[in-house]
């Protein structure tokens, strides 16, 4: 979901898609979507009967990605490569997707409760400056311990997952119009727009105005 949302009716559930929700569908699922009063936009990759065919990884189980997941930067790319297409897009297409089956299917480990605590932690307080040392402390384990075992569970440092954090808040941000760069960055807890912009461009190909434009565009 680029921006607004929708909501999503399947047998039996019910769930709310906001900007930066990942939802995958197998193949035969019946659902139907009624879009908030605000209407939306979405970025659909369908994927054809002969390419699953040849498809020999696990498929994801039916669902939606959070947008702290790893999935998210993938897409991302993927949405950038259509929008500006040459003529390597076709490989670069199908080893996105590839990519992107294989992040989404991945099983999330189980956490411990330091690791699950220090999650949280950064979910709070993302938008601060913050160190290891405090979370360790609050989590009441050793900060390397707290390193290595978020590492090994969550498969990201705790940084760069608190920076995905900022990313996926600054592009809810974004979806909404009316709000400037400069603020979004502030708000998102990056030190400044130049800082929010090289972040930004390094995760997903564009710069937060050329997203802006291509989700907000007629």
């Known amino acids: 979901v680029l921006r607004g949302g929708y909501r999503e009716h399947l047998t039996g559930d019910t769930r709310l898609c906001a900007p930066c929700t990942a939802v995958f569908h197998p193949p035969g699922e019946v659902h139907s979507d009624a879009f908030l009063d605000a209407g939306g936009r979405v970025f659909n990759a369908e994927i054809g009967d002969a390419w699953l065919a040849r498809w020999t990884g696990d498929l994801p189980r039916p669902g939606t990605a959070s947008p702290d997941s790893p999935l998210l930067p993938v897409l991302q790319s993927l949405y950038r490569e259509l929008r500006w297409p040459d003529d390597l897009s076709p490989l670069t297409v199908e080893s996105l997707m590839a990519a992107a089956l294989t992040a989404a299917a991945q099983t999330p480990k189980s956490l411990s409760g ?25 989590v009441g384990v050793d900060p390397a311990h707290l390193a290595r075992a978020f590492k090994e569970s969550c498969g ?51 710069t937060p105005a050329a997203y802006r434009r291509a989700i907000h565009r007629p």
């Not at 605590?117 to 402390?137: C, K, N, T």
């Not at 400037?180 to 390094?202: C, N, P, T, V, Y």
């Open 156 to 206: 990201t440092t705790m940084g760069d997952y608190t920076r995905r954090l900022r990313l996926a808040f600054a592009l809810r941000r974004i979806a909404e119009e009316g709000s400037s760069l400069a603020g979004i960055a502030h708000e998102a807890g990056f030190a400044d727009q130049s800082h929010f912009s090289r972040i930004f461009k390094r995760q997903t190909g564009m």
């Open 114 to 138: 330091p690791v699950r605590r220090a999650r949280q932690i950064l979910q709070e307080r993302f938008r601060e400056p913050i160190l290891l040392g405090e979370v360790a402390s609050e």
